[in-house]
């Protein structure tokens, strides 16, 4: 994956969490699923820890993720504003947290059967 505006050497879910965000937001949650499914078949294999690098990038854009609208606007998507992509990114990250969530409490119920 290619990030022109920002190049450079970095794992691959760094990339990948942030190619998901664009998704959620321009598109939602199904998409950036979509994406990931058929980046992994590629790849011929999983993400390790994808769902640390989606927190990083909700943790990354939580304060400027308005500030991207110009850059929607650019791309044609006139219909998100502020609000819709706050909205979306809330959405996003507590989908996040719960996966989170989720995995710790399974790493958890493993750790006490061992």
Known sequence: ????????????????????????????????????KAYEAAAGQPIANLVLWDLYTLRSSHQTVETWVPNYRDLGRTDLTADVLRARHTYWARACLQRWAVSTRSADARTDRS
């Open 1 to 36: 994956m290619i990030d022109w505006a920002g190049g450079c050497l970095a794992p691959r879910g760094f990339d990948v969490g942030w190619c998901r965000l664009d998704l959620v937001l321009l598109h939602g949650a199904d998409t950036a699923d979509t994406f990931l």
